[in-house]
């Protein structure tokens, strides 16, 4: 498996990745980036205009495709915490506790997708240790995700946030549990 940045060439793989997923093909990972009502509005086309527009821009790259072959089979969204502001904003809940002096030297892995069928295949672990090779290189504090709990019953946004277990496999320790279904995840760096 290869994990790739984003890049303006690249992102017909993406397309043709989240092409194979109903809540990416809308969403197009614009949820932690632009207001919610703006997200809803762009659902679709409008969001992947956005998304293009910024993979043009970006530095450090939107994120991370993983490929088998010359197959996009996973992605992972990632960059300093201020490039999420849904995510750190004042009405974000999650990420509340947050020192709001590191936004700009600690990562989030807040999104992520894997095809159907190459799920269960260490898919999201590549990608999870890619994105820490990647907030290394650019000189990043530390990496936080905020998956879903592992004790949570109802694990179905998983396929997007990641889950608990994965992140510790990773290296991640938990650093807050801010509900029953959310826990934050944090890699120290330096």
């Not at 790259?61 to 996009?72: N, T």
């Amino acid at each position: 498996m290869q994990v790739l940045p984003l890049t303006p060439a690249r992102f017909g793989d993406l397309a043709d990745l989240f092409a194979t997923g109903p809540a990416t093909r809308g969403c197009w990972c614009m949820w932690f980036i632009d207001p919610p009502k703006q997200v809803r509005s762009n659902w679709g086309p409008g969001n992947r205009a956005a998304l293009e527009a910024l993979a043009h821009t970006a530095d450090p790259p939107l994120g991370l495709i993983a490929y088998e072959g010359d197959v996009p089979v996973g992605w992972i969204a990632t960059g300093p915490r201020s490039r999420y502001p849904n995510a750190i904003g004042p009405r974000a809940r999650i990420l509340k506790g947050r020192d709001p002096t590191e936004d700009d030297d600690v990562w989030l892995l807040p999104c992520f997708f894997v095809r159907v069928g190459h799920r269960r295949k260490g898919v999201t672990a590549a990608l999870v240790s890619a994105a820490v090779e990647e907030a290394t290189r650019h000189g990043a504090k530390a990496v936080e995700g905020f998956p879903i709990a592992d004790a949570y019953e109802k694990k179905a946004d998983a396929d997007y946030v990641g889950k608990e277990r994965r992140f510790a496999e990773c290296g991640f320790e938990c650093i807050s549990r801010p509900s029953p279904r959310r826990v934050v995840m944090r890699r120290d760096l330096r």
